[in-house]
């Protein structure tokens, strides 16, 4: 029998991670107790497969990242190493003991050779793999470093902080470039929007901060969400970004103008740790502390139009659903979306804190 998704692949463990392989229908894993996991999904039932799993972190597997080219899954752990997989196998093939002096947080492959590493104390390396050494090492930032992303030329890297800033690096030149103000609250998560000119990020309060892309020194707007916290975030358009929360919602956000479109699905009262886009955009995959990663239909958001005015309406509604699993129901969402506003309800600009 075909569903819309495939269905939710349950773990023994909370599943901390995930990534969605770039060309095919595989799902990487990686656990509290250390495990990293490969599986096969499908949007027929009875069909997700496990195909490895590989016990070689001693602690933690906070990170999991696909290579560019689908080959090889990088994984980082709590115990301070960095692994490299065989995506077909599942087989140890390169290993950094002891990456770095403090417990790893995220990785980030930058194209064939390059990839880099944050830890919990604000460091931060680049590595070469043809040389099987850091090229780049720094340490600007107070707190751990939450998320990557590059630029598509592999050559500015950004890292968001727990101590509020946006560290940015030239990977080509191999140096520091530059801190961002600190914002509120922790900053969890970056990506790159509106053909690479705009930065989001989302910080612990529940507030989007945007950067221009010649402006890292301070942010040039803010979007404050009705929602407990921004933890983690990933583009799905130019436009649309698509957020999990401590509450277990994930809402779709569009960005300039700054509207909160609706719910895509939740891990009722779950925090939400990650979440990932399958090749082709139809498909939005999140792992949450219940165990579990699910699957959500998403090919609905890149045809949704969001007008330049606010409507006016009441405060504090429930999100609508824009899939058929989220909670709540969406008859009339794409009719809401594309009226008229008001003449009246044409005040306030796309910064302030108000969302749909």
């Not at 961002?180 to 000119?197: A, C, I, W, Y």
């Not at 960005?255 to 891990?267: A, K």
């Not at 609905?300 to 606010?310: A, C, H, T």
Request: proline fraction near 3%; charge should be negative; glycine fraction near 10%.
């Amino acid at each position: 029998r075909l569903r819309d998704t495939p269905e939710a692949i349950c773990f023994q463990a909370t599943a901390n991670a995930i990534a969605l392989h770039p060309t095919r229908t595989l799902l990487a894993a990686g656990d509290v107790d250390g495990d990293a996991y490969l599986f096969s999904y499908s949007c027929t039932e009875g069909e997700n497969r496990q195909l490895w799993s590989s016990g070689h972190h001693l602690k933690s597997c906070r990170d999991v990242a696909f290579s560019q080219d689908g080959q090889k899954l990088f994984t980082v752990s709590k115990d301070k190493a960095v692994h490299i997989l065989t995506v077909e196998e599942g087989r140890l093939e390169t290993r950094f003991p002891k990456a770095h002096g403090s417990a790893l947080n995220c990785v980030l492959p930058i194209d064939h050779h390059l990839f880099a590493t944050g830890d919990d104390v604000g460091g931060l390396k680049v590595w070469d793999l043809r040389k099987g050494d850091s090229i780049l090492e720094a340490r600007e930032q107070e707190e751990y470093i939450s998320a990557m992303a590059v630029d598509g030329n592999g050559k500015v890297l950004l890292t968001a902080s727990g101590d509020g800033t946006l560290g940015v690096f030239n990977v080509k030149r191999r140096r520091f470039d530059l801190l961002s103000e600190p914002q509120n609250g922790d900053l969890t998560s970056v990506v790159l929007l509106k053909r690479g000119r705009k930065v989001a990020c989302g910080s612990s309060e529940g507030t989007v901060y945007l950067f221009n892309w010649d402006g890292f020194g301070a942010a040039s707007d803010r979007f404050a969400l009705r929602a407990e916290s921004v933890d983690c975030m990933v583009p799905i358009t130019d436009s649309i970004v698509c957020v999990g929360s401590l509450d277990g919602v994930i809402r779709a956000v569009n960005i300039l103008p700054n509207r909160v479109l609706g719910c895509v699905g939740q891990h009722l009262g779950e925090p939400i740790e990650q979440l990932a886009v399958a090749p082709g955009g139809q498909l939005l995959a999140s792992c949450a502390h219940d165990q579990k990663v699910k699957f959500w239909d998403i090919s609905s958001l890149p045809g949704l139009v969001v007008d330049d005015y606010r409507k006016k309406k009441k405060k504090g509604g429930p999100l609508r659903a824009l899939s058929s699993k989220a909670v709540g129901s969406g008859e009339d969402f794409f009719a809401d979306l594309r009226e008229e506003a008001e003449p009246e309800a044409a005040a306030g600009s796309d910064s302030d804190s108000d969302s749909d």
